[in-house]
């Protein structure tokens, strides 16, 4: 059997920040468990927001050309994707949401042209929302589960778990944590052992702390 591919995307402006370090703590937990992994950087990447010109309305395909295109193809070919933001104003940060709205292509084929992503039948496709804020706030992860849920919609994925970690602020602050990163890496792992079945529902791991 082929090795599950796994593409792991960081959204974080700051490299080595705390989001960047619970991705890779899943990513090298799924690469363990025999997975074939890719990590992509956001912020090295040219992705500009989309324009709204609605050209995908009509042909399911972004007209806007940079570096999005090199990144979509990943994200439709693998089979897990661990997709990891910092909480900025109490939602995704600008290089995810970039990213998640020229994804518009992709809800254009699904609700207006009603072109299936997989024409030949649904694939087994998991993911993993990685979420860390600085704050106390409790309900600041609510934006973020929620704009991922209808992102994931239109890439044929299902949401195998919430990581969502409060209170880490400094760069680094993660590896202080008593569990997030036992928590990454077990959920990264999780992610990418074929032999767990597609979940029925999400699994939400929120690390709060007072
Ligand atoms: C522009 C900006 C907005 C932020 N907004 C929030 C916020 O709404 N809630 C919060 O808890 N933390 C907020 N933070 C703090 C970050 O979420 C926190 O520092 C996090 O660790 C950053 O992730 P990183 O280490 O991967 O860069 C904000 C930080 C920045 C720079």
């Known amino acids: 059997m082929p090795a599950i591919k796994v593409i792991g995307?960081?959204?974080s402006p700051r490299r080595d920040g705390n989001t960047e370090i619970l991705l890779r703590e899943a990513l090298a937990a799924a690469r363990a468990s025999g997975a074939g992994v890719e990590y992509v950087a956001l912020r090295e990447k040219r992705i500009a927001p989309c324009v709204e010109c609605n050209h995908c309305y009509r042909t399911g395909v972004c007209r806007?050309?940079?570096d999005f295109q090199q990144v979509f193809r990943g994200m439709i070919e693998t089979d897990r994707l661990v997709f990891a933001t910092p909480v900025?104003?109490?939602t995704v940060c600008a290089h995810a949401?970039?990213?998640i709205d020229r994804c518009q292509c992709l809800w254009s084929r699904k609700y207006v042209l009603k072109q299936p992503l997989f024409p030949t039948g649904g694939r087994d496709r998991r993911a993993l929302v990685i979420a860390v804020g600085g704050s106390r706030s409790r309900k600041m992860f609510d934006c973020v589960r929620l704009t991922m849920k209808y992102y994931l919609d239109v890439l044929d994925m299902k949401c195998a778990a919430n990581?969502?970690?409060n209170r880490?602020?400094?760069?680094?602050a993660v590896l202080r944590h008593p569990s997030a990163?036992?928590?990454a890496a077990r959920l990264g792992r999780e992610l990418a052992d074929p032999d767990i079945p597609p979940p029925a529902e999400t699994s939400e791991v929120e690390l709060y702390s007072e």
């Open 9 to 11: 995307i960081s959204s």
């Open 181 to 183: 990163m036992a928590e």
């Open 97 to 99: 949401k970039a990213m």
């Open 64 to 66: 806007v050309e940079d």
């Open 163 to 165: 990581l969502f970690v």
């Open 88 to 90: 900025f104003f109490m």
């Open 168 to 172: 880490a602020d400094e760069r680094g």
